[in-house]
């Protein structure tokens, strides 16, 4: 698990840099809007949320899984070239908005997360700034998840100051857990900030095979749970992960019902 993780987080630098390079995002100028809707409730009553990461850089893949017939939940980059479009096409289509908000790995240059990113050598007022800052960059904006991160996750002080500011800005967390000693849900519940944690990657491996394989992955986990999450992402997978959804969603809408990720949020006091 632990491998397949840091395969996971070298995949998403790579995805990032690659995007930089001019004439690699592959983004369209403008999306076209569709009719976002659930199936109706299976037999089963099982829910699936999806979030698709990595929104923001003219990623490849963005149109086609903004296009989805299903709810989605689009996870948008700070301070990068498209943020405010690909956060108002996801809006304009219907689908959920939340900052994909860059922290520091355990592994990996700091170029790699992109501009604004929280790091742990940042005092307590610079976290507090940037992440402030990086709410006010992605229009619509409903809740937070994080990039990368394996490092910032861990540390209680960090992931304080960042979800205190959630807090004041009436924003939930989503855990990517890119760190499985993650204290975010701890610190969530102390603080009263709703928070929801990442079950599955869909594309940790850049093939519509492997895709495929992940989304079999959802139906086993809901042969024991009502609830999944699994995250995908726009970029170097984002095809793949775009064509295998599509494919996919005739036969799973028979198994599970998709909704957003907010859906899932748990009360809090």
Same mark, same amino acid.
């Given at each position: 698990?632990?491998?397949?993780?840091?395969?996971?987080?070298?995949?998403?630098?790579?995805?990032? #840099? #690659?995007? /930089? $390079?001019? @004439?690699?995002?592959?983004?369209?100028?403008? &999306?076209?809007?569709?009719?976002?809707?659930?199936?109706?409730?299976?037999?089963?009553?099982?829910?699936?949320?999806?979030?698709?990461?990595?929104?923001?850089?003219?990623?490849?893949?963005?149109? *086609?899984?903004?296009? $989805?017939?299903? %709810? /989605?939940?689009?996870?948008?980059? %700070?301070?990068?070239?498209?943020?405010?479009?690909?956060?108002?096409?996801?809006?304009?289509?219907?689908?959920? !908005?939340?900052?994909?908000? %860059?922290?520091?790995?355990?592994?990996?240059?700091?170029?790699?997360?992109?501009?604004? &990113?929280? +790091?742990?050598?940042?005092?307590?007022?610079?976290?507090?700034?940037?992440? @402030?800052? &990086?709410?006010?960059?992605?229009?619509?904006?409903?809740? +937070?998840?994080?990039?990368? @991160?394996?490092?910032?996750?861990?540390?209680?002080?960090?992931?304080?100051?960042?979800?205190? !500011?959630?807090?004041?800005?009436?924003?939930?967390?989503?855990?990517?857990?890119?760190?499985?000693?993650?204290?975010?849900? =701890?610190?969530?519940?102390? #603080?009263? !900030?709703?928070?929801?944690?990442?079950?599955?990657? $869909?594309?940790?491996?850049?093939? =519509?095979?492997?895709?495929?394989? =992940?989304l079999r992955k959802i139906v086993a986990h809901l042969s024991g749970e009502e609830r999944c999450v699994a995250i995908g992402h726009v970029g170097i997978t984002g095809k793949n992960t775009g064509e295998a959804l599509r494919d996919?969603? %005739?036969? /799973? =809408?028979?198994?599970?019902?998709? !909704?957003? *990720?907010?859906?899932? #949020?748990?009360?809090?006091?």
């Open positions: 698990m632990k491998k397949k993780r840091h395969r996971m987080k070298w995949a998403l630098a790579a995805s990032l #840099l #690659l995007a /930089l $390079l001019p @004439g690699w995002g592959g983004g369209m100028p403008g &999306a076209t809007t569709v009719a976002v809707k659930a199936a109706d409730d299976p037999a089963t009553g099982k829910q699936v949320a999806i979030v698709i990461d990595d929104f923001g850089n003219n990623m490849g893949g963005t149109e *086609l899984i903004l296009g $989805l017939p299903i %709810p /989605l939940t689009a996870a948008v980059m %700070p301070f990068m070239p498209t943020t405010e479009r690909d956060a108002e096409m996801a809006h304009k289509a219907g689908h959920d !908005v939340i900052v994909h908000m %860059p922290m520091e790995p355990l592994r990996g240059k700091r170029s790699w997360l992109g501009p604004g &990113a929280v +790091m742990t050598d940042q005092t307590d007022e610079q976290i507090r700034d940037t992440v @402030g800052k &990086a709410i006010d960059s992605v229009p619509h904006a409903i809740g +937070m998840n994080n990039h990368m @991160g394996s490092k910032a996750t861990s540390d209680p002080r960090v992931m304080r100051i960042v979800l205190e !500011v959630c807090k004041e800005r009436g924003l939930f967390f989503f855990d990517s857990r890119t760190n499985y000693r993650s204290v975010i849900g =701890q610190i969530g519940a102390e #603080l009263g !900030v709703p928070v929801v944690e990442n079950h599955i990657f $869909l594309d940790d491996i850049a093939s =519509q095979a492997h895709v495929k394989k =992940q996919s969603i %005739p036969e /799973l =809408q028979k198994q599970f019902t998709f !909704v957003k *990720l907010a859906t899932f #949020l748990p009360n809090v006091q």
